[in-house]
Structures are given as C-alpha cells and as structure tokens.
C-alpha cells in the first residue's frame, strides 16, 4: 500500500514538476508621469512574477480607421518611451513583461464593436492597425520581451478581416522572436480564427458565474464549470496553453453577475465578494496542466493612494484581497 502510494506521488510531482511556472500576473496601469523603482516594490511585495505593461492607442469612434499613439498628449507609460521604461523597472526586480498594447475608444465604447462603414476605411485601419502593433512588436524584441499581445477584445475586426490578421502576425514573427496571444473577451475568445498560429489562447476571463449578491466560494466554482468546459474544449482543439489575459472583480455586490461592468458608481463594497471569487477562479485553474496563469486586473503605480476601504473597483490595492493574492501568489509558482 505504502508503495503504491509513494508510486502516486512521484507520478503526480515529476507531472508537476514538469510544468512551466505559473503567469502570476498583475495588469500594470500606465502612469500619467514617469516613474522610478518604487513603484514596483509594492508588486514585489505581492509576490507577482509577471507583469502586463499596456501602452494605448486611440480610436475617436468605432468607424474611425486612424489610431493615434505614441503622442505627447498621451499619459508617459501609454507611450513607447514610458513603456520602454517601466519595462526595464519591473525586469530589474526579477518581474518578466507581456507587453499589450491596446486600442480605446473615446467615450469608452466597446472595442469589441470596432467596424468600418466600407472597404476603404478597413484600409485604412488595416494600415493604422500594423504600424501601431510593429512600433511595439519592435520593441518588444529590442527588450526581449517574452510574450506579446497582438490585440485586445477586437472581435468584429477579427471576424470580419481574418486574412489582415494572419497577415499581421507573419509580419510580427519576422521582427519579434517571443511568444504570441491575443487577449479576446470572454463570450468571444472560441471564435478567433488565428489561435494555430499564436502561442497561447488569450481569454479575457470576465466570465458571469453568480448572480448572489455575496455568493460563496462553492457557489462561484460550479458557475465556473459550464465556461472551463468550453475553455477545454478549445484548448483539446488548438493545443495551445490557455493565459488569462486579463482577470478579476470588483468589491461590489453581484460581483459574479457581470465581472465586465466598470461602471462608476459608487458604494455597496463587498470585500469577502471579491474574495471569493479570486478564491473560486484560483481553485479552478491554477492547477490545471493547460493553463499558464494570468493577469490580474489592475494595478496602480500610486500604491499607497489606491483602492481602500471606500473602493469598489477592480484593484485589489489596499483591500483584503492583496493579502489573498500575496498568499496565493507565493505558494502557486
């Protein structure tokens, strides 16, 4: 019996051990100014050993063809210098980068929805698009980034123009010798036509799993299991790990309800909410063999003047659950 045991455990260790280390990632927000080494102290100190760097484009609507970027009017770490820099800053501390450089549109209406209104403007787009991502596939190579972000919750432009996309991503491989992913949101991410040429499935993981007003741990694991079994079947498909791009939730009541909802309004902090569903998502994944790990969302650079006991938002700064994620951050490696 001892034996067999002891022949169980080996199996399961060596299985273990032969995994890639975990993405214990935070999604680090672009500082309006520029910043020093202290700023990353505090994502040391939550045991993170990744970090999303997002340098940002501008669309002024969603039929607008140009992005604008790397201007000065943009805030410094949504430019190529400041990204450049916090990069170098968080690999001094031992943190590797996914560099994702995003697109938003004025007004904060959903990139998902980004369409063009005929031929010549998704032209146009298709052109903007490209220079904007090879200024930093570039840069990326130039700091031997390991993964890239080719895109964020950008569906219709994916469906709709497939070959620009494959496109693109043979003109990133030629410049950039990192990984690949695509962060695509949640209701979206099996509908990617690119995953074969990526190098992980990137899901935006703001997947409704309760509609309690506090839910349970319990209660939050098994609205999980309908999305994981999608999530694997996709995986069973491509072969391709899978990354949380992006995860997390609010500290606001029904925060499984819609996880998506950033809304600004204030009140109904739930703090044992957004605990227990960053404690259900940990138990479902983060020991899974196909899954690499992810990023949470989000994190200020001002760490001492964020999140709180009044916060309902994302950041887990300054709440409990920047304890959780230092505890789970240290023993899930």
Not at 183 to 189: G, P, T, V
Request: charged residues 25%.
């Amino acid at each position: 019996m001892n034996k067999v045991f002891l022949l169980l455990f080996i199996i399961i260790f060596s299985s273990c051990a032969s995994q890639e280390p975990k993405i214990n990632g935070i999604s680090f927000v672009g500082s309006p100014r520029e910043i020093n080494s202290t700023a990353i102290d505090p994502v040391v100190k939550v045991n993170a050993n990744w970090a999303a760097v997002m340098p940002f484009g501008f669309v002024r609507n969603l039929e607008t063809p140009t992005v604008v970027f790397n201007i000065e009017r943009q805030w410094w770490g949504e430019r190529r210098d400041g990204a450049k820099k916090t990069i170098e800053l968080l690999n001094k501390r031992g943190i590797e980068v996914m560099l994702k450089p995003q697109i938003w549109v004025w007004q904060g209406e959903f990139t998902g929805n980004i369409k063009m209104n005929s031929e010549e403007n998704w032209d146009v787009l298709e052109k903007s698009y490209t220079e904007f991502i090879m200024l930093y596939a570039l840069l990326a190579e130039e700091m031997k980034v390991p993964i890239l972000c080719i895109g964020t919750e950008l569906h219709t432009f994916v469906q709709t123009r497939p070959q620009f996309w494959s496109q693109l991503i043979d003109k990133i491989r030629a410049v950039y010798k990192g990984k690949l992913t695509y962060a695509e949101n949640w209701d979206q991410f099996d509908n990617a036509p690119f995953w074969n040429q990526l190098d992980y499935i990137g899901v935006d993981a703001y997947f409704p799993v309760s509609q309690s007003k506090s839910p349970t741990v319990a209660e939050m694991k098994q609205g999980w299991q309908e999305h994981k079994n999608d999530i694997i079947e996709l995986y069973t498909k491509v072969k391709k790990p899978v990354l949380f791009t992006e995860y997390g939730y609010r500290s606001v009541h029904y925060t499984g309800k819609e996880p998506w909802d950033s809304n600004k309004i204030e009140g109904n902090i739930d703090f044992e909410a957004q605990n227990n569903a960053l404690t259900a998502l940990y138990q479902e994944f983060w020991q899974e063999p196909w899954f690499a790990g992810g990023f949470l969302w989000k994190w200020f650079h001002n760490h001492s003047e964020v999140g709180g006991k009044n916060n309902n938002r994302f950041t887990i700064q300054n709440k409990p659950s920047e304890k959780l994620i230092k505890e789970f951050y240290s023993i899930n490696k």
